[in-house]
C-alpha cells in the first residue's frame, strides 16, 4: 500500500559528505515520523534521526553536529544530509515512515528497503 524508496547511498572517503533521500508513495494521507535508521554489520538497527510533519528532529548522540534530516511535506520525502562522515558511519540506512491512510484510520508503519553508504579511511 505504501513504498519507501531510499537513494543516495555510496562509497565516500571519510570527511566527506552524501545526501540520503527516502520518497513515500501509494495510499497517503498524511505521514507523521519519518525516521532514519541504520544497521552495520553485526550490529542491531540503531534509529538515526528522527523528524515530525512539524520539522522537528531529533538525532542519535553520534551523529550531532554532522548530520541534518529534513523534509518535504509536499513530496513525502524526508532527507538526510550526512556531513564530515566517518568510517563508524558505514551501514545499511533505511528509512522508516508513520503513515495513516484516511483521516479515521490508525498509524501503521513502513520501511524502505535500505541503501548502503560505505565510508572509507
Given at each position: 500500500?505504501v513504498?519507501?524508496?531510499?537513494?543516495?547511498?555510496?562509497?565516500?572517503?571519510a570527511?566527506?559528505?552524501?545526501?540520503?533521500?527516502?520518497v513515500?508513495?501509494?495510499?497517503i494521507?498524511?505521514?507523521?515520523?519519518?525516521?532514519?535508521?541504520?544497521?552495520?554489520?553485526?550490529k542491531?538497527?540503531?534509529?538515526?534521526?528522527?523528524?515530525?510533519?512539524?520539522?522537528?528532529?531529533?538525532?542519535?548522540?553520534?551523529?550531532?553536529?554532522r548530520?541534518?534530516?529534513?523534509?518535504?511535506?509536499?513530496?513525502?520525502?524526508?532527507?538526510?544530509?550526512?556531513?564530515?562522515?566517518?568510517?563508524?558511519?558505514?551501514?545499511?540506512?533505511?528509512?522508516?515512515?508513520?503513515?495513516?491512510?484516511?483521516?479515521?484510520?490508525?498509524?501503521?508503519?513502513?520501511?524502505?528497503?535500505?541503501?548502503?553508504?560505505?565510508?572509507?579511511?
Amino acid at each position: 500500500q505504501v513504498q519507501l524508496v531510499e537513494s543516495g547511498g555510496g562509497l565516500v572517503q571519510a570527511g566527506g559528505s552524501l545526501r540520503l533521500s527516502c520518497v513515500a508513495s501509494g495510499s497517503i494521507f498524511s505521514i507523521y515520523e519519518m525516521d532514519w535508521y541504520r544497521q552495520a554489520p553485526g550490529k542491531q538497527r540503531e534509529l538515526v534521526a528522527t523528524t515530525t510533519r512539524g520539522g522537528a528532529t531529533n538525532y542519535v548522540d553520534s551523529v550531532k553536529g554532522r548530520f541534518t534530516a529534513f523534509r518535504d511535506n509536499a513530496k513525502n520525502t524526508v532527507y538526510l544530509q550526512m556531513n564530515r562522515l566517518k568510517p563508524e558511519d558505514t551501514a545499511v540506512y533505511y528509512c522508516r515512515a508513520d503513515v495513516v491512510h484516511s483521516v479515521n484510520d490508525r498509524t501503521r508503519f513502513y520501511w524502505g528497503q535500505g541503501t548502503q553508504v560505505t565510508v572509507s579511511s
